[in-house]
């Protein structure tokens, strides 16, 4: 019987079995602790045959699923891996810190370290990017006079909003990929989402906390953020290189975009074409990084080449099993069904997007793979939905950015290194990414309303 029947005959199973596929993927990630890979896999297999997909055929839906997701991202995921961890070990995160921070004065001082994890968390993973960046957190907070906890939320928040929303951070680009958006206009869409978001977020939150909450700091902790890993340069590099290298992947891919709007028809727009796109883009990025930074780096290149690929190896591995689940959630109907129930719901198309990634980031603990499995399951309806897909995108993003559980890895960073209680990390951190995440579907209302009275 093929799923189309199936579905036909009773759809309130299908969405039974949709819950179950969910519950056991959260059981299998949070109890067994197996890796999200496998529990994808596992969860991708078992949900195939309940749904009464054809052996034969599922896991060809299974392997296609795999391949299409990463033949999106997959380059520019290993790219951008590369590029971030040559940067941090440069030194270049903490000199992106120190040009911002000089800019916003010692009152401001939170809102310039918010907008430093936002740019920082572009090219550098979350976890790496807290844990170099913290140790301005204390001189900070004795300089100033303003509560710990304060710094602690607006880096935090900063860094998880651009990782949720900017591009080419990998959930987002799985995102674009699935939505089929413009990565030009995407990118700018983002910046701007991420900015609004983090200052109320990280800046307005962490403030508004910071007056409420005191925490003391522990010999124990300051020893473990003076940790060597961010001792690593041989020769310090400047301010303006560091905000060179980060600018220019982000330059070639807006060049591609603006010149594409204004030269459509000019030579000029062909080059920028090649140039701007984000493989492309990337790669020029990191091979000009390995050609100037080679200076600042101490310790072999084939030793950061071999760490930033086992970083890649597991992300691409999550990444493309987790396209994997939303092929085959999409080939048994259900993600046609989902869209059609939760519209009888009177549930906009956008609010539902970030409801339905924000409730897969708090229960699997991974902003990535909430990422990739809504976009995959409304990816594909994009053209039903009669709704603007960067808008779409930007609301999937906004959902993956708040609510971190103890689940999530980024939850026990912030509390080992903000030095907080378990308590204390859950008001600051948890509590407010959720409400960045709030201000991003906000804004991203504020568009869409404004659209429709143009």
Known sequence: ???ENWTRENRNMLLILFILALAVLFLLILKFKIEPFIALLITSFGLALAVRI?????????????????????????????????????????????GILSLTGSKKSPAGLALTGTIVSIPVFFDAAFVILNKVIKSLSTKTGIAR?????????????????????????????????DLGIFLI????????ATLVGGFGYGTFIGR?????????????????????????????????????????????????????????????AFVGD??????IAVLVSLVVLKPYIAGPYKAQFNQSMQDAGSILLITGAGGAFGAVINASGMGDYLIEMMTSWNIHILLLAFIFTQILRA?????????????SILGPQIAELAVSPVLLALAICSGAIGLSLPNDSG????????????????????????????????????????????
């Open 189 to 196: 869409a983002g910046i701007f989402v991420a900015v609004v």
């Open 1 to 3: 019987m093929s799923t």
């Open 363 to 375: 229960s699997l603990g991974s902003a990535t793979v909430a990422l990739v499995t809504t976009s």
């Open 278 to 283: 984000k493989n492309v883009a990337l790669l």
């Open 411 to 454: 939850f026990w960073v912030v509390n080992r290194f903000g030095n907080l209680t378990v308590a204390q990390t859950l008001k600051a951190w948890s509590l407010g990414g959720f409400v960045a995440g709030l201000t991003g579907i906000t804004l991203v209302y504020i568009m869409y309303f404004i659209g429709q009275l143009m």
């Open 149 to 181: 906890i304060t710094f602690v939320t607006a880096l935090a928040v900063g860094l998880i909003v651009s990782h949720s929303m900017v591009i080419p951070t990998p959930g987002p680009l799985v995102v674009a990929e699935n939505i089929g958006v």
């Open 54 to 98: 054809p052996i034969s055929e599922a896991s060809a839906i299974i392997a296609d699923g795999f391949g299409s997701t990463l033949a999106g991202v997959g380059i520019l995921i290993g790219l951008g891996i590369v590029f971030g961890q040559f940067l941090a070990k440069a030194g270049a995160v903490e000199k992106i810190a120190e």
């Open 212 to 272: 409420r909450m005191k925490t003391e700091i522990t010999e124990e902790a300051e020893e473990v953020v003076h940790d060597p890993e961010v001792q690593h340069s041989i020769k310090r590099i400047s301010k303006k290189l560091s905000f060179g290298l980060i600018a220019l992947p982000i330059v070639l891919i807006l060049s591609n975009t603006l010149s594409q709007l204004f030269i459509p028809d000019n030579p000029l727009s062909s080059f920028f």
